[in-house]
C-alpha cells in the first residue's frame, strides 16, 4: 500500500508533464507513490497523457488557479503523506527521495530549497531573498526558502488550512507560514532546478508583479503574528506625530491638526492589529 501520494497541480503542461511522469514511473524506489494529476482547465492532451500513463486524473472543467488545484488534490489524497511539485519541467523528480528521507527524520514539512544559482529571474531572485529574510524575522526561524512548490508534509496537517490557501500561485507561503504558526516542524533540503519552461513567468510585469509582492510581504505577518506588521506602523505614526507636534509648537506655538490625526490614527492602527491577532489566534486554536 502506497505511503505517500504526489499530486501535480497541471494546466496545459502536456509537453512536460510526460517527462515528469515517466521519470517517476521508471524510478523503482518510487513505484509505491500513488500520482493525481489536477487537471486545471487545460485545453491540450492532458487527459491522454494521464491515461496512457495510468495515472489518477481530476478535471476541473475551467481553469481555477493552481492553489485551488492543490486543494483539490489535497482533498482526493487517502494516504498518510503528500508530495507537492510543479508539472512544468523544474523540479527533477529524482530528487524526491531526497526530500522524502529528510522528512522522515521527523519533520511535519520538508520544503525543497532552491539554490541562489537557479533560473529564475533578477527581479523573483531578489523577491525570494526578501522573502525568506522577512519571514526568518517574522517566525524567529531560518526560512530558506519560502515560495518553493516542492514539498514533502502530512497530509492531515497540510488540510488543516486548507480554507486559508489562496486559489492562485501562493500557496506555497501560506502553507510554511501556517506550519511555523502552529508550531509543526518545518525542514529545508537543497534542490536542484530546471529553467522555467513555457510562457509561465517567461515575462515580468513589474507593476502586477510588484504589488503581489508587496501584499505577500504583508499577508506573511498577518497570517504569523499581526502585531508584529502594526505595532511598528502604530509606533512610527506616533513619532511621527509627536515630532510634527514639536516642529509646529516651536515654530508657531500650537497643537495641528495633522499631529492630532497622526497620533488617532496610531491608536486605530493598534487597536487593529490586536483584534487582527486575536482573530489569528482564533484561527491557530488547535
Same mark, same amino acid.
Given at each position: 500500500?502506497? &505511503? !505517500?501520494?504526489?499530486? %501535480?497541480?497541471? +494546466?496545459?503542461?502536456?509537453?512536460?508533464? /510526460?517527462?515528469?511522469?515517466?521519470? =517517476?514511473?521508471?524510478?523503482?524506489?518510487?513505484?509505491?507513490?500513488?500520482?493525481?494529476?489536477?487537471?486545471?482547465?487545460?485545453?491540450?492532451?492532458?487527459?491522454?497523457?494521464?491515461?496512457?500513463?495510468?495515472?489518477?486524473?481530476?478535471?476541473?472543467?475551467?481553469?481555477?488557479?493552481?492553489?485551488?488545484?492543490?486543494?483539490?488534490?489535497?482533498?482526493?489524497?487517502?494516504?498518510?503523506?503528500?508530495?507537492?511539485?510543479?508539472?512544468?519541467?523544474?523540479?527533477?523528480?529524482?530528487?524526491?527521495?531526497?526530500?522524502?528521507?529528510?522528512?522522515?527524520?521527523?519533520?511535519?514539512?520538508?520544503?525543497?530549497?532552491?539554490?541562489?544559482?537557479?533560473?529564475?529571474?533578477?527581479?523573483? &531572485? !531578489?523577491?525570494?531573498? %526578501?522573502?525568506? +529574510?522577512?519571514?526568518?524575522?517574522?517566525? /524567529?526561524?531560518?526560512?530558506?526558502? =519560502?515560495?518553493?512548490?516542492?514539498?514533502?508534509?502530512?497530509?492531515?496537517?497540510?488540510?488543516?488550512?486548507?480554507?486559508?490557501?489562496?486559489?492562485?500561485?501562493?500557496?506555497?507561503?501560506?502553507?510554511?507560514?501556517?506550519?511555523?504558526?502552529?508550531?509543526?516542524?518545518?525542514?529545508?533540503?537543497?534542490?536542484?532546478?530546471?529553467?522555467?519552461?513555457?510562457?509561465?513567468?517567461?515575462?515580468?510585469?513589474?507593476?502586477?508583479?510588484?504589488?503581489?509582492?508587496?501584499?505577500?510581504?504583508?499577508?506573511?505577518?498577518?497570517?504569523?503574528?499581526?502585531?508584529?506588521?502594526?505595532?511598528?506602523?502604530?509606533?512610527?505614526?506616533?513619532?511621527?506625530?509627536?515630532?510634527?507636534?514639536?516642529?509646529?509648537?516651536?515654530?508657531?506655538?500650537?497643537?495641528?491638526?495633522?499631529?492630532?490625526?497622526?497620533?488617532?490614527?496610531?491608536?486605530?492602527?493598534?487597536?487593529?492589529?490586536?483584534?487582527?491577532?486575536?482573530?489569528?489566534?482564533?484561527?491557530?486554536?488547535?
Amino acid at each position: 500500500m502506497s &505511503k !505517500y501520494t504526489l499530486v %501535480i497541480p497541471a +494546466k496545459n503542461e502536456y509537453e512536460h508533464l /510526460g517527462g515528469v511522469i515517466y521519470t =517517476l514511473q521508471k524510478n523503482v524506489e518510487n513505484q509505491s507513490i500513488k500520482i493525481i494529476v489536477v487537471n486545471d482547465g487545460s485545453t491540450d492532451n492532458t487527459s491522454n497523457l494521464c491515461e496512457k500513463y495510468n495515472v489518477i486524473e481530476i478535471k476541473h472543467n475551467y481553469s481555477k488557479g493552481n492553489g485551488a488545484a492543490i486543494k483539490t488534490g489535497l482533498r482526493n489524497v487517502d494516504t498518510e503523506h503528500v508530495i507537492l511539485m510543479d508539472a512544468d519541467g523544474q523540479h527533477n523528480p529524482d530528487e524526491i527521495k531526497k526530500l522524502i528521507k529528510k522528512y522522515e527524520e521527523g519533520y511535519d514539512m520538508v520544503i525543497g530549497a532552491r539554490s541562489r544559482n537557479d533560473h529564475a529571474s533578477l527581479f523573483r &531572485k !531578489y523577491a525570494n531573498i %526578501i522573502y525568506n +529574510k522577512l519571514t526568518t524575522w517574522i517566525v /524567529g526561524h531560518k526560512v530558506k526558502d =519560502l515560495t518553493s512548490g516542492f514539498r514533502v508534509a502530512n497530509t492531515e496537517k497540510m488540510r488543516e488550512f486548507i480554507e486559508l490557501y489562496p486559489n492562485g500561485f501562493s500557496y506555497p507561503t501560506t502553507s510554511t507560514i501556517a506550519f511555523f504558526r502552529a508550531g509543526y516542524t518545518v525542514g529545508y533540503e537543497r534542490i536542484n532546478v530546471e529553467k522555467r519552461r513555457g510562457e509561465v513567468g517567461s515575462h515580468i510585469n513589474l507593476w502586477k508583479d510588484g504589488v503581489r509582492f508587496f501584499i505577500i510581504i504583508f499577508k506573511i505577518g498577518v497570517l504569523y503574528s499581526p502585531m508584529k506588521i502594526f505595532f511598528p506602523l502604530s509606533m512610527a505614526h506616533i513619532l511621527i506625530g509627536v515630532l510634527y507636534y514639536l516642529y509646529t509648537f516651536i515654530n508657531d506655538g500650537r497643537f495641528t491638526n495633522m499631529s492630532a490625526l497622526l497620533l488617532s490614527n496610531a491608536v486605530m492602527i493598534f487597536l487593529i492589529g490586536l483584534v487582527a491577532e486575536q482573530i489569528t489566534m482564533l484561527i491557530y486554536r488547535k
